[in-house]
């Protein structure tokens, strides 16, 4: 096929891209222009650098960091069992199915599990604790996204995995390495690609959730995706909510470009 016709099959691709991804972008970078009377003016960028703003920020980040961490830490062990299993395909197919429930659904289901009444506290009643404050707090918030982000994780991983050379595993074993020499020397590194893909899936993402922090902290956890909601759904700051946005873009592509030097750097 000549460069002519893979261009044509290219233009549906380049016109969803630009609808879909560019023009957003645009348009959200040009309500963050203007104040709430409609008045053009840069005083939305300003204010984003306050101790508020600063602070949502860094909250961000830090629960993003929090989740990414949780999950490379259940997702790995698992995802190495998961290789070493008869039936992994089975295995597999079960820890995807969970990403097709509508994640609203997921959601209440942990207000109910966490809830004052829900099955946690009744554990808490028989062991004789007491009633405890599970929902709204940033615990619970942590542990459902990182339950939801998991399966994000564990795919990448297994991958990795997957395309391990065994034989190299006993090499490491007949040099005389200890279990623990083997996974940090040999298994780990080789598997480095996995592990970056896994938290970038995860922590892009958990940077601008908005939907489980505010059903499952509430209050308690105010971050950069729960600003963009409140200025768009209840104050009607279109202009605070795409700046807060274009920040929250830039941060992610940031990350990304980083992630991508970094993919090359470890090829090379």
């Given at each position: 096929m000549n460069n002519k016709g893979r261009s044509f099959y290219?233009?549906?691709?380049?016109?969803?891209?630009?609808?879909?991804?560019?023009?957003?972008?645009?348009?959200?970078?040009?309500?963050?222009?203007?104040?709430?009377?409609?008045?053009?003016?840069?005083?939305?960028?300003?204010?984003?650098?306050?101790?508020?703003?600063?602070?949502?920020?860094?909250?961000?980040?830090?629960?993003?960091?929090?989740?990414?961490?949780?999950?490379?830490?259940?997702?790995?062990?698992?995802?190495?069992?998961?290789?070493?299993?008869?039936?992994?395909?089975?295995?597999?197919?079960?820890?995807?199915?969970?990403?097709?429930?509508?994640?609203?659904?997921?959601t209440y289901a942990f207000i109910g599990i966490f809830g004052t009444f829900g099955p946690i506290n009744n554990l808490f009643d028989v062991l004789g604790i007491g009633e405890q404050q599970i929902l709204f707090t940033g615990f619970s918030f942590v542990f459902v996204s990182v339950y939801i982000f998991i399966p994000f994780m564990i795919l990448p991983i297994f991958s990795a995995l997957e395309e391990l050379n065994l034989s190299l595993l006993d090499a490491a074993r007949d040099l005389g390495a200890s279990g623990w020499t083997t996974f940090r020397r040999v298994v780990f590194p080789l598997t480095i690609s996995g592990v970056r893909s896994g938290c970038m899936a995860v922590f892009i993402p958990a940077l601008s959730l908005f939907m489980i922090t505010r059903l499952i902290a509430g209050s308690r956890v105010i971050t950069l995706g729960t600003a963009i909601e409140q200025h768009f759904l209840v104050t009607q700051d279109w202009g605070m909510g795409s700046t807060v946005a274009v920040f929250l873009i830039a941060i992610m592509a940031l990350f990304m470009i980083l992630w991508g030097g970094a993919r090359k750097g470890v090829q090379r």
């Open positions: 290219l233009i549906p691709y380049y016109l969803w891209i630009a609808l879909f991804v560019i023009a957003p972008v645009f348009l959200v970078i040009y309500y963050s222009l203007f104040d709430l009377d409609g008045h053009l003016t840069l005083d939305n960028y300003v204010n984003f650098f306050t101790p508020v703003y600063l602070k949502m920020t860094l909250t961000s980040f830090w629960y993003a960091f929090l989740i990414t961490i949780f999950s490379l830490l259940v997702a790995y062990p698992a995802a190495y069992l998961l290789t070493r299993t008869k039936h992994k395909q089975l295995w597999l197919l079960l820890i995807i199915l969970p990403t097709w429930i509508n994640l609203l659904l997921k």
